[in-house]
Structure formats: C-alpha cells, structure tokens
C-alpha cells in the first residue's frame, strides 16, 4: 500500500471508533491494516517515507488478520511494508504489529487465481529460505524455515493444479504463517533487495519478483559458501544445499514461475538498466542480512549472468 491510499481511510476509522480491526485479504491489505490500526491509535502518526518506530498500541482497539493468500505472512509478523511515491519498499517494524488473532481459512484461497497462488507461495517460500541463512538465524528459526519450506514443497503443486484441494491450501496457508514467523525475527537477503529494487524500477510484482531472483541468489551464495544450505536441506529431508537447489528448480518448472527477465518486467533490461538495478538493491536493508556479503559489483555480475 501507498502512504496516500492509507490517509484517505484513516478518518472513516476514526468515525467508526472500532475496537477491533478486523483484515481480510492478501499482504498488501494486512498491511495497510497495520498502518490502519497505528494512526487509529496515535493519530498524530504520520508516516513520511522514513522507517519509525510504531507503538505501544492496543489502547484503542486490537487486531485480526485472516488472509487469503499464502504469501507475506503478515499476519504471523511485526513487519508492514508501505511503498513511497516513488515506489520505493520501506519496512516498518514493531513487536505490537503481531496480531492478536490469525484465521487461516483454506476456503479463502480457493478462488485464487493460478499466477497468483505461485506468485504468493515463492514469496512464502522465499521468506522462509532466505531467513533460514540470514546472518541472524538461529537453530529455532532454521526449523520452522524448514518445516515451512517442506509445505511449500508439499503443497504448491497441488494447490496450483486443483484450486479447490483444500489440504493443499491449508498447507499453504500454515506454510506463509511460519515462514512469516521466520523473517519476522530476522530478515531475508538478496533475492528480496533485488525483488525490491525490480518492483521499484520496474513494476515487477512482489511474489513473482521474490521466486525469479531465489535461485540465482542462492546459487550465487552458494560459491561463496558451499555448505550454507545444508542444514535447511536436511530439515527438509534432502541430502544437501544442491538437492534442495534442484526440488527448488523442479517446483520452478511445475508451476511455471518466470525464469527470464523478459517473463518478469516484459523485456530484457539493457547494461545500463541492470546497474541501477544492482546499485538500488545494494541499497536495500534485506542485503545486510544475506548469506553472503554482496555489493553493487556482485550484484551487477549476478543480474548479468541471468539475463
């Protein structure tokens, strides 16, 4: 959600005076929620472009958050992300943004369109992986990622295939919720700054932006560290980083995620374009918890190898 489509709500909440806010929807809708909710609370908050801190809240009224996608995990997480005006992701972060109650309601999803499900399921995917490596995890954390990570493996292609599968959407839904978990307590890495920065310069969607850059990113930290996604692998059941590599690609292939940029932002982005791009993402918060330690050169190397 944008800064301005949020204040154009804030006074019917105030005229209503809930005492619960209830959100149904996909991320975005969580969030603005969030944001809802916060200037219900204080309402001389404002929210100027730059991250701040949020609460104490629950003075006026508590929180619901019953999605219908299975993707941000917002309503597992203490994290809401508002875009600028120029398109520019900023997260917001407080303790007092997890909601007092989350309804995961399989039922929900089932009129999800196809795109969408593999878009949402990467971007839970993606949280949960890339928060298994970050350089804050921890044992705890590396269990949910996989048991998230599992579901999604489990799940995707049944939920895509057979939108009315019910257990499948269920084990989707379970699995954005821990994977919302995990990178609520931490954070992501390099697949989310360069998903950022592409959704900025590019209009790329979140969830499809999040799938297309995980297996380059992981391939990249990888080579750097060839034993980074061991433990995540064996969690999941599979032998190592490069068998969990392959299910990944394998779940690519069956759900028919983009895999070229041209599929992405509809063209193939020029030289010039591909170090704005790396530059932007070297800028993103999600890089200073990567695997690995990645600049503007490795980036700019990492979106030249596949393009």
Known sequence: PRAASISAQREKVAAFAPEWIVAV????????????????????????????????LRGKARFVAIPTTAGSGSEASQAAVLAGDDGTKIPYVSPHWVPDIAILDPTLAVSLPRETTVATGFDALTHAVE???????????????????????????????????LIARSGMLEAAFLA?????????????????????????????????????????????????????????????GAALEAALLNLVARVGLPQKFEQLVGRVPDPAERQTLAETAAKDVCLRTNACRLGTPELAQLLAEIS
């Not at 809708?29 to 944001?35: G, Q, S």
């Not at 949910?144 to 799940?155: I, K, Q």
């Open 25 to 56: 929807g996909g991320g975005a809708v969580l969030d603005a929620a969030k944001f809802l909710w916060a200037q219900w609370e204080h309402p001389d908050l404002t929210f100027s472009g730059k991250a701040a801190p949020i609460g104490p």
């Open 131 to 165: 928060s298994a490596v970050s350089s804050l995890s921890n044992p705890f954390l590396r269990t949910l990622s996989a048991t998230s990570v599992g579901l999604v493996l489990r799940h995707l292609p049944a939920a895509t295939e057979n939108p009315q599968d």
């Open 180 to 240: 919302g978990l995990c990178q609520s307590m931490t954070s992501t890495g390099a697949a989310h700054a360069l998903s950022h920065a592409a959704s900025k310069l590019h209009s790329a969607p979140h969830g499809a932006a999040t799938g297309f850059f995980l297996l380059p990113t992981m391939r990249w930290n990888r080579k750097q560290n060839a034993a980074v996604y061991d433990e995540l692998a064996a969690g999941c059941g599979l032998g190592d």
